[in-house]
Structure formats: C-alpha cells, structure tokens
DNA sequence: GCGACAG
DNA sequence: ATCTTGTCGC
C-alpha cells in the first residue's frame, strides 16, 4: 500500500509543525468505514549505535481468532530527532517502507503512539492515518497530554482523557488490576469505537494483540542486528 | 525561570 | 525508545 497524498519535505522542526497544523484539519473523528476484516498494529524501534529505526507491520485477521495474515519489515537511519510531539516524522519513513510491502491492504491500523491526545491533535496514529486515508487507532502506553481521574480496576473501565475542557481520548483498562493504556482517535473512527476495538484486540494482555506482534518482530530484528 | 514530555 | 540491575516464574 502506498501513502495517498503527497507529502511536503519535513527537514526542520517549524516544517514539521507547518505539516501538523495543515494535515490535522482534515482528521475524521467519526466513523467512516464498512466491514473490518484485516487489523494491522505498527511498531517502530531504534537501534542505538547504527542509528538505525526498525519499523514492523503486522496483519491479523479480525474475523476469527486474531491470526497473522502477513507481516513486513523495513529500516532505515534515523533522520529526524524524537521530540515529542513530533514523534510521527521520526518514525513514519521506515514505516512507510513497510508498508509498502503488505499486499493485504488492512482496514484498520493501531499505531503504537497517541491519535489526537496530542498538542496540536495530530499524533502518529492521526498522520499515518492521513496518509493512507484508513482508519487508525491511537494506542500509547504512557501519556503525552491531558488529565484523567482514577478508574476502577476491572477490565474495561475507563475514564475521559482531558485537554483544554476537550475530551482527547480515554485511559482504558484492558486488563484487571494492570496498568491501563491511553486510546485515543486516529482517523476515521470514533472514540467509542476506538476503545471497543482495543478491548476486542486485547482479550489476554495489556496491550492489543497487534500491537504485541508488531513489538515482537521488531524485537527479533533488534536481536538478529545486535548478533550480527 | 521550572517541570513535563507518545517512542 | 534504550540501558542496567535485580527478582520472579516457567
């Protein structure tokens, strides 16, 4: 699959908020799909010394027992800082390259990374969304903004994300008594639907499931770079 | 000025 | 995110 728009060139950092104010405009925060039947989960993760991001993309079959359909990697240098806030133009290159492998085209993506609960409501989930035109979830594991009350401990509370009076997203416990994880919309889906999707996708663990396949093969990659 | 800060 | 150290469970 292939980004659908062309993207300007982000080399500095006021371009890259230039490229945020402009793209975050046409976010849908509704749903706007069919049927889902192919989920992808994202993950990127950088290697140290040869400042080198690994990205994987992982493809389950939604309509059954969440088994990988197709699965691709890429790599590439590092070439723009983590910075929060603009986490997406470090991390989408080698992620686009993947991407451009998968010949199952999914129909929905969870991206490791916030959806709008993000300053200017643009995080990674919201640009690669953009990108393809698909509808994506934003799933991260820690939180970048907002304010949030205490949520009972059982699987599936949760409790609105707050930025500015605005509701950003929600902190959604996926598993009783751990940790909860921070949902928030992407792209062409809405909140509620959002938060569904990731319970769904996370029946035995913390994190979805696609999110735990996409970390798990860029954890071999990491391994296989590191050995050899 | 100081702290907070997806991965 | 990575790195380091230690602890627990298989």
């Not at 993950?43 to 389950?60: F, M, P, R, T």
């Not at 409790?159 to 997203?169: A, K």
Request: glycine share 6%.
């Amino acid at each position: 699959m292939r980004p659908i728009i062309d993207h300007p060139p982000w080399i500095t950092e006021s371009d890259a908020l230039k490229v945020q104010y402009q793209l975050a405009a046409k976010v849908i925060t509704e749903d706007d799909f069919s049927k889902i039947h192919y989920v992808a989960g994202v993950d990127v993760a950088y290697e140290k010394h040869s400042n080198q991001l690994i990205a994987a993309v992982v493809v389950l079959n939604a309509t059954s027992t969440l088994q990988i359909v197709e699965t691709a990697t890429a790599t590439g240098r590092a070439q723009f800082p983590y910075i929060p806030g603009l986490f997406s133009f470090r991390e989408l290159p080698p992620l686009v390259k993947a991407l451009e492998q998968l010949s199952t085209e999914p129909d929905l993506i969870i991206c490791d990374g916030q959806g709008i609960a993000h300053p200017r409501r643009f995080g990674l989930a919201c640009h690669l969304g953009i990108l393809y035109n698909i509808p994506t979830i934003g799933c991260g594991k820690t939180r970048l903004i907002g304010e949030a009350g205490t949520i009972a401990p059982t699987r599936g509370s949760f409790t609105e994300l707050i930025d500015n009076e605005e509701v950003i997203g929600c902190v959604l416990r996926t598993q009783s008594d751990v940790k909860p994880i921070y949902v928030s919309i992407g792209h062409r889906v809405c909140l509620a639907t959002a938060c569904e999707w990731v319970l769904k996708l996370s029946p035995k663990y913390r994190l979805p499931e696609t999110t735990r396949q996409a970390d798990q093969l860029v954890n071999q990659l990491m391994k296989k770079a590191n050995n050899g």
